[in-house]
């Protein structure tokens, strides 16, 4: 089952100037905006480093592998780096932000495809608990400071880069390039050639029946695997591409598991009945619930799983007991009130969980 490692070394010794970008190059490059960059990518865009010089300097400083989000990516920065195709190509204005007040987790790098054009690439959500926590505030707000962070930082590059822009990222990158799209200059939108989003959820429905958005919506992109949950949340587009994965459920967001053959994924004609279930399942919940609702239920939630005193969820998982017994002393403070909204809320998933299974009948 090929995956994103045979495609650089099937493909790896021909430069995107000669063979042009395409839909695997982007899930290798959103791939890469995962990597920790803090210290060999100037942040200031003062000047720029090759993916291959970026490599080596990660290599040769055994204490930033901590930072890694998981082992994966260690592997990736060593192909990557090695790959003909990739270890030329300049990285520009790494930026990487994460505030607890403000409740956000930023990170992005500008990559010169070397053809005139520049792909921007926007991470994904980390294993900080900050980070998981922006992700849940997007059921309820407008706009999560991660996204007005997106447009800054795109119409940061469009000023200082000329050509065409490609912008992507997986997961919550992936949101981020359509609403840094959707929501810049006119003029920066003009340049933009295509938006990519790997598995990433869609649009709040308001912003999705905004201009900017419609503007830019005949170049999006969307990859999704077979049985998606993340990459089907709030309102999407019908439009994407099934990519098939080897693995099963959830853990089909993991993009090394996603089957490629040549310049392409291995597509499929649709989703999963399980992953159709779970999409209009959390749909329904979401109709149901006020937008009060979600924010108090994430707010509880959180406020649950930041008595572990943990910033993320390798330090949670460490000192599982002790984290376990926090958020038990947690929940048993909270307020009737609030004990009973929390309660109140999970119920009605149950509930709209339960009409669904009946209406699909026994086949799920």
Same mark, same amino acid.
């Given at each position: 089952?090929?995956?994103?490692?045979?495609? !650089? +070394?099937? $493909?790896?010794?021909?430069?995107?100037?000669?063979? @042009?970008?395409?839909?695997?190059? #982007? &899930?290798?490059?959103? %791939?890469?905006?995962?990597?920790?960059?803090?210290?060999?990518?100037?942040?200031?865009?003062?000047?720029?480093?090759?993916?291959?010089?970026?490599?080596?300097?990660?290599?040769?400083?055994?204490?930033?592998?901590?930072?890694?989000?998981?082992?994966?990516?260690?592997?990736?920065?060593?192909?990557?780096?090695?790959?003909?195709?990739?270890?030329?190509?300049?990285?520009?204005?790494?930026?990487?932000?994460?505030?607890?007040?403000?409740?956000?987790?930023?990170?992005?790098?500008?990559?010169?495809?070397?053809?005139?054009?520049?792909?921007?690439?926007?991470?994904?959500?980390?294993?900080?608990?900050?980070?998981?926590?922006?992700?849940?505030?997007?059921?309820?707000?407008?706009?999560?400071?991660?996204?007005?962070?997106?447009?800054?930082?795109?119409?940061? !590059? +469009?000023? $200082?880069?000329?050509?065409?822009?490609?912008?992507? @990222?997986?997961?919550?990158?992936? #949101? &981020?390039?359509?609403? %840094?799209?959707?929501?810049?200059?006119?003029?920066?939108?003009?340049?933009?050639?295509?938006?990519?989003?790997?598995?990433?959820?869609?649009?709040?429905?308001?912003?999705?029946?905004?201009?900017?958005?419609?503007?830019?919506?005949?170049?999006?992109?969307?990859?999704?695997?077979?049985?998606?949950?993340?990459?089907?949340?709030?309102?999407?587009?019908?439009?994407?591409?099934?990519?098939?994965?080897?693995?099963?459920?959830?853990?089909?967001?993991?993009?090394?598991?996603?089957?490629?053959?040549?310049?392409?994924?291995?597509?499929?004609?649709?989703?999963?009945?399980?992953?159709?279930?779970?999409?209009?399942?959390?749909?329904?919940?979401?109709?149901?619930?006020?937008?009060?609702?979600?924010?108090?239920?994430?707010?509880?939630?959180?406020?649950?799983?930041? +008595?572990?005193?943990?910033?993320?969820?390798?330090?949670?998982?460490?000192?599982?007991?002790?984290?376990? &017994?926090?958020?038990?002393?947690?929940?048993?403070?909270?307020?009737?009130?609030?004990?009973?909204?929390?309660?109140?809320?999970?119920?009605?998933?149950?509930?709209?969980?339960?009409?669904?299974?009946?209406?699909?009948?026994?086949?799920?």
């Amino acid at each position: 089952m090929p995956d994103i490692y045979d495609y !650089m +070394a099937w $493909r790896g010794d021909l430069a995107i100037a000669r063979d @042009g970008f395409n839909e695997v190059d #982007n &899930l290798v490059l959103s %791939a890469f905006a995962y990597v920790p960059l803090d210290g060999i990518v100037p942040a200031d865009c003062a000047g720029a480093v090759s993916i291959g010089e970026a490599a080596r300097e990660f290599a040769a400083s055994p204490a930033t592998w901590k930072l890694l989000r998981m082992r994966k990516d260690k592997r990736l920065f060593e192909e990557i780096g090695r790959c003909p195709r990739f270890a030329g190509l300049r990285l520009h204005c790494y930026a990487n932000v994460i505030s607890l007040p403000e409740e956000t987790q930023f990170a992005a790098v500008t990559v010169d495809l070397g053809d005139g054009s520049h792909f921007v690439a926007y991470r994904g959500t980390d294993n900080t608990l900050v980070g998981w926590k922006e992700d849940f505030n997007m059921g309820f707000m407008r706009q999560v400071p991660a996204q007005s962070s997106a447009v800054a930082y795109l119409e940061s !590059m +469009a000023a $200082r880069l000329a050509g065409p822009l490609r912008v992507g @990222g997986h997961s919550k990158g992936g #949101n &981020l390039a359509i609403y %840094a799209s959707a929501f810049c200059a006119p003029s920066v939108r003009e340049r933009i050639v295509a938006v990519y989003n790997n598995d990433g959820p869609w649009l709040h429905a308001e912003a999705a029946g905004q201009p900017g958005y419609l503007a830019i919506r005949d170049r999006l992109r969307a990859f999704i695997p077979q049985t998606s949950i993340i990459g089907l949340l709030l309102e999407h587009e019908e439009r994407y591409s099934v990519v098939r994965s080897r693995q099963k459920g959830l853990f089909q967001h993991d993009f090394y598991s996603w089957e490629v053959s040549g310049p392409r994924f291995v597509h499929l004609a649709s989703v999963t009945d399980g992953s159709r279930f779970v999409d209009h399942t959390v749909k329904a919940w979401l109709s149901e619930c006020s937008e009060e609702q979600r924010a108090l239920f994430v707010e509880a939630l959180f406020r649950i799983v930041n +008595a572990t005193g943990a910033k993320t969820f390798q330090e949670m998982g460490a000192g599982w007991r002790r984290s376990a &017994l926090a958020m038990l002393k947690s929940y048993l403070a909270l307020d009737k009130d609030t004990r009973k909204a929390l309660g109140k809320t999970l119920g009605l998933f149950v509930k709209a969980a339960g009409r669904h299974l009946r209406a699909q009948g026994p086949a799920i």
